[in-house]
């Protein structure tokens, strides 16, 4: 069943009219009618609706039934050291699907890509749609946040945000590992709730970035014996932690 994330609320007769690009796809692409039946999210809480009228608005109604969430039980967030080409794309499409909360792309010291601060605008907006569009593809009653580019000095400063920090750091994947699954029970058995991930861009966190983050507090965890792609290793970590937690 088609889902639609909706800011504005329902009225007091639990009726809503959805506008815009929401409103062209239900009447253009999937031609729905009147009777149809679609998922209106709003607030974190997904309502099964019913069409009253289709036009250039399309006016709601609730049923009275809501659809359980399927969100993780503790709240993701993926930092990436600014990758090449379309891969922040990906990851925020991708890890959209997997569950991830929050997508923030920093500036990291290998990273080759220079942030364009005059289209920062419309980047974020094009990230924040495609994030949009896999949430509902994906049956999700949150849209990730994407967030514009940190500095790595400003990506210190969000540590006390967060229950628990790691950082994947194929450094680590050389020696003597301690199992990732290790490291997530050790939040799983605690009251965390809230954890950041950190990831290096094509050419990984140098060993001074390493050293800054384990000062802050951030755990240095490998990802088993393979060396990951920078758009690979933030999906492999969250399907790691859905299936601990899931």
């Known amino acids: 069943m088609q889902r639609y994330f909706v ?3 329902f009225n007091e ?33 997904a309502y099964l609706c019913t069409i009253l009228s289709v036009g250039q608005e399309v006016l709601v109604e609730q049923t009275g039934e809501t659809i359980p969430s399927p969100e993780m039980p503790i709240q993701v967030d993926i930092a990436c050291g600014l990758p090449k080409g379309d891969k922040l794309e990906f990851i925020a499409q991708k890890g959209t699907e997997l569950g991830m909360h929050a997508l923030i ?11 364009d601060e005059k289209k920062s605008d419309k980047k974020i907006q094009r ?13 999700r009653t949150f849209v990730p946040i994407i967030s514009p580019p940190l500095s790595f000095k400003q990506l210190l400063e969000t540590f006390p945000s967060y229950d628990a920090v790691f950082v994947a750091d194929e450094e680590e994947a ?16 605690s009251e965390s709730k809230c954890i950041l991930f950190i990831f290096g ?12 983050l384990k000062e802050q507090g951030a755990l240095s965890v490998a990802l088993g014996p393979r060396i990951l792609r920078a758009e690979t290793a933030p999906l492999y970590v969250l399907s790691a932690i859905s299936y601990e937690f899931e």
């Not at 792309?105 to 942030?115: C, D, T």
């Not at 861009?201 to 800054?212: A, M, Q, T, W, Y």
Request: aromatic share 4%.
């Open 7 to 9: 800011d504005e609320p």
């Open 13 to 45: 007769q639990k009726q809503l009219t959805i506008t815009g690009e929401s409103a062209r796809h239900i009447s253009k692409v999937m031609r729905m009618q009147k009777g149809d039946k679609i998922i209106v999210v709003q607030k974190e809480i």
């Open 105 to 115: 792309p920093f500036v990291a010291e290998r990273s080759i890509v220079k942030w």
């Open 127 to 139: 990230l924040s749609k495609i994030a949009q569009e896999a949430a509902e593809q994906s049956h």
């Open 174 to 189: 050389k020696g003597k590992r301690t199992r990732f699954a290790d490291q997530l029970k050790k939040v799983y058995d």
């Open 201 to 212: 861009p094509e050419g990984g966190i140098s060993r001074k970035e390493i050293e800054l």
